[in-house]
């Protein structure tokens, strides 16, 4: 894998080269364009002479153009040899500057290669001065004094732009050559890479998405180690007590008697109760679970559902109770999971309620949405702990069996079977002692 340091040379070549060849396409655009100055001037393209200005003020001061030919000797820096000096109806009146010349107060006809001046004095044309063949040195003076200003800006702004350049090549180069050292790094399987923010405030975002991303795909991966490791562990013990019956059986250590068989099975029981879990949570954590959202009341599936638990209840000798409004209260959900969710909260709230204690569930409505709570006086959850119970396999007593502890996936399945059809869950210590887990639907 390549270093930052060598990305980032690789990124400032790339973008040199860049720069260099829009400068060489200048340099040869510059030469040509100079030629075509030089070879196609025309008076769309020339500027106003000072000779133009200085012929019209002649004619205010004079009201005609009569004498005119000592306006250009005297004005001795233009080729006064290649112009003609036009009236208003387009007659020579001076010819190279001559009043004398045999094609003075003949009509002309102006050709495609003559640069045509109008004069005007008052608002209204007086006359044309027409430049009929300029020299070659005449239109590269001209030429340069077009050019020249505007290749010395250009060479002071192309300066400007390699300077200006340089500095946001380092600005963006930098964060862009971090971003792409750490993708490559985190696609190598090196999770941990973070990024620093520099840059704009565009690379910036870009660097923090990056960590957010790495952090959210280093979780992912860390959760798919621990899953995979409860799920062998927690397979781990049925299985050893299947197998170690049945090769009792075969040894005959065991007689083949209802007792090793009954065993064996009960692990099998377990062991398809934990498959059916694994299976459901997938299914709602990738939102591949159908769901049949109706209108359902919250009180009848809760009262359903103690009375499912009552002789559980009564066997460990804990109140088991439903507090319920005296209206329905209605909300929009799937109600065998809706069920499913509240038999979870409550079989978790029996297990862990010593003897003689009490879990009850309350119902109560909003105006938009009805919130349920099961709610048990046990010994509750550590603060540090509640974050973490409705992940897979987390389980208040570690040292619990499977037999009496559950699969530890009920609180997980019931987080994702509320938030699948819109809800929340959530659970939290109560104050004089317990636990209360809460589940709010919408109506």
């Given at each position: 894998?390549n270093?930052v340091h060598q990305?980032r040379?690789r990124l400032?070549?790339?973008l040199?080269?860049?720069?260099?060849s829009?400068?060489?396409?200048?340099?040869?655009?510059?030469?040509l364009?100079?030629a075509y100055?030089?070879t196609?001037y025309?008076?769309?393209?020339?500027p106003r002479?000072p000779?133009?200005?200085?012929?019209e003020?002649?004619?205010q001061g004079h009201?005609?153009?009569d004498?005119?030919?000592?306006?250009?000797?005297s004005?001795?820096?233009?080729p006064v040899e290649?112009?003609?000096?036009?009236?208003?109806?387009?007659?020579?009146?001076?010819?190279?500057g001559?009043a004398s010349?045999?094609?003075?107060?003949?009509?002309y006809e102006?050709?495609?290669?003559?640069?045509?001046?109008?004069?005007r004095?008052g608002?209204?044309e007086?006359g044309a001065?027409?430049?009929?063949a300029m020299?070659?040195n005449?239109r590269?003076?001209m030429?340069s004094?077009?050019?020249?200003p505007?290749?010395?800006?250009?060479?002071?702004?192309g300066?400007?732009v390699?300077?200006?350049a340089?500095?946001?090549m380092?600005?963006f180069?930098?964060p862009?050559a971090?971003v792409?050292?750490?993708?490559?790094?985190v696609?190598d399987?090196?999770?941990?890479?973070r990024?620093?923010?520099?840059?704009p405030q565009?690379?910036?975002?870009l660097?923090?998405?990056?960590?957010e991303?790495?952090?959210s795909l280093?979780?992912?991966?860390r959760?798919?180690r621990?899953m995979?490791?409860?799920?062998?562990?927690?397979?781990?013990?049925?299985?050893?007590v299947?197998?170690?019956r049945l090769?009792g059986?075969v040894?005959g250590?065991?007689?083949?008697?209802d007792?090793?068989?009954?065993?064996?099975l009960?692990?099998t029981?377990?062991?398809?109760?934990?498959v059916d879990d694994?299976?459901?949570?997938?299914?709602?954590?990738?939102?591949?679970?159908?769901?049949?959202?109706?209108?359902?009341?919250l009180?009848?599936?809760a009262a359903?559902v103690v009375?499912?638990?009552?002789?559980e209840?009564?066997?460990?000798?804990?109140?088991?109770?439903v507090?319920?409004?005296?209206?329905?209260?209605i909300?929009?959900?799937?109600?065998?999971?809706?069920e499913?969710?509240i038999a979870?909260?409550?079989?978790?709230a029996?297990?862990?309620?010593p003897?003689?204690?009490?879990?009850?569930i309350?119902?109560s409505?909003?105006?938009?949405?009805?919130?349920?709570s099961?709610?048990?006086?046990g010994?509750?959850?550590?603060?540090?702990d509640l974050?973490?119970?409705?992940?897979?396999f987390?389980?208040?007593d570690?040292s619990r069996s499977r037999?009496?502890?559950g699969?530890g996936?009920g609180?997980?399945?019931?987080?994702?079977?509320i938030?699948?059809?819109?809800?929340?869950?959530s659970?939290?210590?109560?104050?004089?002692?317990g636990?209360?887990?809460?589940v709010?639907?919408k109506?």
């Amino acid at each position: 894998m390549n270093s930052v340091h060598q990305i980032r040379l690789r990124l400032l070549s790339l973008l040199g080269r860049a720069f260099l060849s829009v400068m060489l396409l200048l340099m040869i655009l510059f030469p040509l364009i100079t030629a075509y100055v030089l070879t196609n001037y025309t008076s769309a393209a020339t500027p106003r002479l000072p000779l133009i200005g200085y012929l019209e003020g002649y004619y205010q001061g004079h009201g005609n153009w009569d004498g005119a030919e000592t306006a250009f000797q005297s004005y001795d820096s233009f080729p006064v040899e290649y112009t003609l000096l036009l009236d208003q109806d387009g007659r020579i009146i001076l010819d190279g500057g001559r009043a004398s010349a045999s094609t003075v107060g003949s009509r002309y006809e102006l050709t495609s290669s003559d640069i045509h001046f109008p004069l005007r004095s008052g608002g209204r044309e007086i006359g044309a001065l027409v430049i009929t063949a300029m020299p070659l040195n005449w239109r590269g003076q001209m030429a340069s004094g077009i050019l020249f200003p505007v290749g010395a800006i250009s060479s002071a702004l192309g300066l400007l732009v390699v300077v200006i350049a340089f500095l946001l090549m380092r600005r963006f180069v930098n964060p862009l050559a971090e971003v792409i050292y750490a993708a490559r790094a985190v696609a190598d399987g090196n999770l941990e890479t973070r990024i620093p923010a520099e840059g704009p405030q565009d690379l910036r975002a870009l660097s923090e998405s990056f960590n957010e991303m790495a952090t959210s795909l280093e979780r992912s991966d860390r959760e798919r180690r621990d899953m995979l490791a409860d799920v062998a562990h927690e397979l781990r013990t049925p299985l050893s007590v299947i197998r170690g019956r049945l090769e009792g059986i075969v040894d005959g250590v065991y007689p083949e008697t209802d007792a090793p068989v009954s065993t064996a099975l009960e692990q099998t029981y377990l062991l398809e109760r934990l498959v059916d879990d694994l299976r459901l949570l997938t299914l709602a954590e990738s939102r591949q679970l159908h769901f049949e959202s109706k209108p359902v009341d919250l009180g009848s599936l809760a009262a359903h559902v103690v009375d499912l638990f009552q002789a559980e209840a009564r066997e460990k000798n804990i109140s088991l109770t439903v507090n319920r409004p005296a209206e329905n209260v209605i909300v929009t959900a799937d109600a065998q999971r809706v069920e499913q969710v509240i038999a979870n909260l409550v079989g978790n709230a029996l297990r862990y309620v010593p003897e003689g204690g009490r879990v009850w569930i309350e119902i109560s409505a909003a105006e938009n949405a009805a919130t349920l709570s099961v709610n048990d006086n046990g010994a509750g959850i550590p603060e540090a702990d509640l974050p973490f119970i409705f992940e897979r396999f987390w389980r208040k007593d570690k040292s619990r069996s499977r037999s009496s502890g559950g699969t530890g996936l009920g609180l997980a399945i019931a987080k994702q079977l509320i938030e699948a059809q819109g809800g929340e869950i959530s659970a939290q210590n109560l104050p004089e002692g317990g636990l209360q887990a809460l589940v709010n639907l919408k109506k």
